[in-house]
């Protein structure tokens, strides 16, 4: 269970947080939605503690990871995997080196095992056979699939997803989707999910949040989540220009 | 008057801090270094890249600075009528000074620059994030290596300066002004005492630490977006062009 408590955050006078109050059901996929700009990013790098919060705590199965020391702190991360919206992948080696990472750093894994396993996360994010191409000679949507092979290759108990499919088309976006909830349901890992995919994402949410204006608005099942009556849910959901949430 | 005071005020205590995280970025980076897994493969790595890149401007630098050694030696110490004594003015001149000094300006400028804009990079792109996400220490993965990588590789380009150096001077006072080749070899050979060579070896040893520490350091810390990366570039150019001059005076003043 990961709880965030009234987390604030400011950048410079920019509030971005403004007291974020969330649950992520352990075992279970949530996906967090919200304006472009809202926050969103923010919120995510908060949980695994990229960013400290300026009020507020983040509890990991109730510890609180913003008192961490550097240490535990270094032990607690290894228990999540994370993909960037950028995907983030180090450009000075190749993507087989990219995803062969973490366990080259982290494990003893022998080198025939890891090629495999490797190769294994490679094939099911539709990389088979470019594992020799730096990051920079691919597009961005295999960058994303990169990165998300990254991500899942320690077998995490716990998996950021920030927009994993923003950028892919939609038959990609669709397997990259089956692909989430597949590895979730084999492994039954934590998953908070940052999408503009909508609704498609929430076919593999067990959990929606929108977050806007610094808060979350609202935070239930998929199911009653859609059912919503909330005007800024409503109106999030289908995209009308008309509504509480300002833009433009 | 008094914002005027505030102003400076303000300046000063930035600088301190300034100053203050950057030599706890390089504790940070030292003590990272000796901690296992050591990282071998790394350093070996920067160091061919700290020498693949620099090798050629040093090369080019230290045969000029040497040719026009030879020609202003030749130049003073024949008011002297002292001609002979070429060999260990341009020795001395290049062991002691200008080897160490010039090459790490090389180096800054070839190497440091881009280790700036490569960490300032893998900042913007959250390259660095990235690595503590998977719970591994970017100092340690980024910094110490490339730091261990200048104390080997600086010394060993200056050397190199040195050699080519002082075979610049040589070719010009023996080959065009008719300096006798012998007494340019004995000269350098009963002038040139340990003390000299040593005191070159630990500033280029210093030069290393400081380039690779500074460019390190405003590349790691450089805002996440082009003109930062541009502006961190700069910034670590400049800085280390101060520091390598101010500490030389320094080993100068303790080591003559
Ligand atoms: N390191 C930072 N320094 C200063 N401001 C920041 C920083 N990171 C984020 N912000 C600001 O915080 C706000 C929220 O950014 P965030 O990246 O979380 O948005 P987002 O919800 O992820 O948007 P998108 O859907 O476009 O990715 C933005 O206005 C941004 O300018
Ligand atoms: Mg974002």
Redesign the pocket.
Known sequence: MIRVVDVH?S??G?Q?LKGVNLNFTTGKITTIV????????????HLNAL?LPDRGEVLVDDIDITKLRQKELYAMRGRFGVLF?GAALLDSMTIFDNVAFPLREKTRMGEPEMRKKVEERLDQVGLEGMGYKYPAELSGGMKKRAGLARALVMDPEIVLF??PT?GLDPVLATGIHQLIARTQQAFGFTGVV?S?TIPQVFEISDYVAI?ADGVIEEAKPTKEFQASQNPVVQQFIKGEIEGPIRVL | MLSLLTHIGRFTLRQLSEMGRMFLFLLAAIFLAFRPPAKIGLIIHHIKTIGVDSLSVVLLSGFFTGMVMGFQGYYSLRKFNAESWLGSAAALGLLRELGPVLSAFMVTGRTGSAMAAELGTMRATEQIDALYSMAINPIKYLVSPRIIAGLIAMPLLTAIFDVVGIYGAYLVGVGLLGVSSGSYFSGMESSVVFNDVYSGFMKSLSFGLIITWVCCYKGFHAP?MATGVSQATTESVVLSFVLILVWDYFLTSVML
């Open positions: 955050k950048f410079g920019q971005v919200g304006t472009s700009g809202c926050g969103k990013t923010v919120l995510l790098k960013l919206q920030d927009e923003t940052v503009h977050l | 996440p």
